[in-house]
């Protein structure tokens, strides 16, 4: 049914501002696979003349209330405390004596009606109550009907009531006013009139987007509840306001002709000056609530498809009427999500708004899922609390509103790199108690112990909006150009890569304001430009002209620069040459490795390699990965050398790793190294540099912040030279 007038002051000046789709009844749940149930445009308009934000839709009441309504509200540790709350403010604001009545309008399942003592008249009125019939026990009356003037007086007679609540309900009237009258008629001259539904500038600040549905036909903001009480004759006697429900507003009414009860003017005035202060008038307003909405559910969306990339599943938790609205603006079915979790047993065997099927908390416990998308946000803090084991067992919370957020009891650790060298180390490590996602540039492998994403970080609206669904605790830069031909021929693109991307990680991370902690992984090549030098705690005389080293520099003073300047927990770690026999086959010691096995099984290919007159400080990758451990960890940023105390020419490593070999190699004329015992050559030494590494370098460090800190070395050249051997 088209609403062509407005629901309070009868203009016809409606204008569209929100518009959610056709949508199936959300306060129903089906069968499974049953999709006979209607649908109905969810489309809001705002009038002209008094500001109400209302549905211009709406479904039959008797389809919303009267078959099978989803909703209960004992079921809700968090609800049934608020309610109790609610139950104590009242009675602290009424005087009551033994035998008033007090009824509760959309009373549900009694709850609230049950806080009450029983010395008092206690009616619960709800169309809905039949089927709640059986929680309406201690002599709490149920009228299972709609409430109107004439449906009480027909049960009731000309009883007056001390106290008249509807909660959750004020929102779902066809006509709000009368309805507001009606209740005057049967309260009590000194009598309190309290209702509590969703507050419309809350519903815009936390993208309550799940508030809109068809039960709701109106959304309140102060302004046209001070109308509807003039209008009934009442005065606004208190306003509070609470997180119920994703933000809610409490009002008590008394009539206007009551001398117990004082009208609450500065705080009306005060209240209505916030609200056109947020331009509540304006359809720009609610053009604006509609960008934050989407912008959650595309972070939502997105997420929800990167767990199923990864090979990941994703439950729902909480089977909500309001969920079964997000659900279809998102368009989330059962081929995103297959399950949705309920603990309310009416439900298992049904299925949510878009054919998710839902079983009960007990399934679910029995082969639980890497993540749960939490329908009934607002209830945040109950369900973490009731779920500690789920999360104490590595299991995450997704919060699709008010904003979008991956909760779990550990830190988020982001691995950029993740497939690479370092990486892989990190992510199989056991001193990284973290959940592990992972950023990766191609070749997509997807694993388990973390979620990974692929693409090109130069692309900063990806990796800005992947940063922002993510939120990392932590990051390890590891990404980048390694090779130092590639960079001598791209070096506008290692520049980009090495140097600007580190530039961006750290302006996203100010822009946003957020805590994370960032190690850069930095290179030793920034000082290969003086040749021999020994690289000092805290050195600033990075030198080098090779584009490699040049965007190394650039990334590792941006990260001193926001650190010195925001004291931002920032670190570079000046990461000297690390080996291990995982390292990849273009690099020297696993190609004389390689070499080594095939000489070994009696091939007798000459190996050419380049000069090996440079000195190297080689280290082992579980060090490495020790000493960024240790680094995350710290509270303060800082500059780190991670370097250890092997430190040989590199032909001395070469010559080792034959000789661990059995294989007595001896070096002719500084070209070429041939076996003694055959007098065959095995390597030629081809002494030709690329571009401007045109002599040896003999490059070390002297560092003691990380010693001072813990840190020690595990691996001696020996064993990571012999490591190699053994592979």
């Known amino acids: ?147 109107t003037h004439e449906n009480f007086v027909n049960m009731y007679g000309n009883i007056k009531c001390k106290i008249v609540s509807s909660i959750s309900m004020f929102y779902d009237l066809p006509d709000p006013v009368q309805f507001a009258k009606d209740i005057y008629s049967i309260l009590d001259d000194n009598g309190i009139w309290t209702c509590e539904q969703s507050y419309l500038l809350s519903m815009i600040q936390k993208n309550s987007i799940d508030t809109i549905c068809h039960e709701h036909l109106e959304y309140y903001s102060l302004y046209q509840i001070k109308m509807i009480a003039d209008l009934a004759n009442f005065k606004i006697v208190d306003i509070k306001f609470n997180e119920c429900n994703g933000g809610s507003f409490r009002i008590y009414f008394a009539k206007r002709s009551s001398d117990k009860y004082v009208e609450n003017k500065a705080l009306i005035k005060n209240i209505l000056e916030n609200e056109d202060q947020n331009k509540l008038r304006s359809e720009d307003t609610y053009i604006k609530f509609m960008e934050g909405c989407d912008n959650e559910i595309a972070k939502l969306r997105s997420f929800i498809d990167l767990v199923n990339k990864n090979g990941k599943s994703v439950y729902i938790y909480g089977a909500s009427t309001k969920g079964n609205c997000l659900l279809q603006y998102a368009n989330i079915t059962e081929s995103d999500i297959k399950y949705a979790v309920e603990r309310n047993l009416n439900k298992v065997g049904k299925m949510t708004s878009t054919g998710i099927p839902i079983i009960s908390e007990e399934e679910m416990r029995r082969s639980p899922p ?24 590595g299991g995450q919370f997704i919060f699709p509103l008010p904003n979008f957020e991956i909760y779990s009891s550990k830190k988020r650790l982001l691995i950029t790199g993740c497939d690479g060298f370092i990486g892989n180390y990190i992510k199989r490590s056991d001193l990284f108690k973290y959940d592990l996602y992972g950023i990766g540039h191609n070749n997509p492998k997807y694993e388990n112990g973390i979620l990974k994403s692929y693409f090109d970080m130069n692309n900063t609206k990806l990796l800005e909006n992947f940063l922002s669904i993510i939120k990392p605790d932590i990051i390890v830069h590891l990404a980048s150009l390694s090779s130092s031909s590639y960079a001598f021929y791209n070096p506008i693109d290692t520049l980009y890569t090495n140097g600007m991307v580190v530039a961006h990680l750290c302006d996203i991370i100010h822009k946003n304001s957020w805590k994370t902690v960032l190690f850069n992984a930095s290179s030793s090549d920034m000082y290969k430009g003086h040749n021999r030098y020994t690289v000092s705690e805290d050195d600033t005389y990075k030198y080098h002209d090779h584009p490699y080293s040049i965007a190394k520099i650039m990334g590792s003073s941006v990260v001193d620069f926001y650190r010195k300047t925001y004291n931002y927990n920032f670190s570079n770690g000046i990461i000297f040459t690390t ?100 007098g065959l050559d095995v390597l030629i030494i081809n002494n030709k540099f690329i571009g401007i590494d045109t002599k040896p370098t003999s490059i070390t460090g002297d560092q003691f912040k990380l010693k001072n800190l813990g840190w020690t070395p595990k691996f001696s050249i020996d064993d990571i030279l012999y490591e190699y051997i053994l592979d």
């Open 1 to 147: 049914m088209e609403c062509t007038e407005c629901r309070i002051c009868k203009s016809d000046k409606l204008t569209n501002v929100i518009d959610l789709g056709e949508q199936y009844n959300t306060s129903k749940f089906p069968k499974y696979k049953d999709f006979c149930t209607s649908k109905t445009k969810i489309i809001l308009c705002l009038c002209e003349n008094c500001y109400l934000l209302q549905l211009r839709y709406s479904e039959n009441q008797s389809e919303l209330y009267e078959h099978e309504y989803g909703y209960r509200s004992g079921i809700s540790n968090t609800m049934k405390q608020h309610l109790k709350e609610y139950n104590d403010e009242i009675l602290s604001k009424v005087d009551l004596n033994t035998g008033d009545t007090i009824v509760d309008i959309g009373s549900n399942d009694s709850t609230m009606l049950q806080y009450y003592s029983n010395k008092y008249r206690r009616i619960g009125i709800d169309p809905t109550g039949k089927q709640f019939k059986e929680y309406y026990v201690n002599g709490v009356e149920l009228l299972p009907t709609y409430f």
């Open 370 to 393: 890497e993540f749960l998308l939490v329908l009934p946000w607002h209830f945040k803090d109950e369900i973490i609390k009731r779920e500690s084991t789920f999360l104490n067992n």
């Open 579 to 678: 080996e291990s026999k995982n390292k990849s086959d273009n690099f020297l010691l696993k190609k004389i490795s390689n070499h080594i096995k095939s000489w070994k099984a009696g091939e007798r290919t000459i190996l050419e390699i380049g000069n090996l007159d440079s000195y190297r400080n080689i280290n082992h990758v579980l060090d490495v990965i020790s000493a960024i451990h240790i680094i995350i960890d710290q509270d303060i940023g800082d500059t780190y050398l991670i370097c250890g105390d092997n430190f040989e020419q590199i032909k001395s490593y070469v010559e080792k790793m034959y000789r661990l070999a059995d294989i007595e190699i001896v070096n002719v004329d500084n070209n070429k190294y041939i076996e003694k015992k055959s």
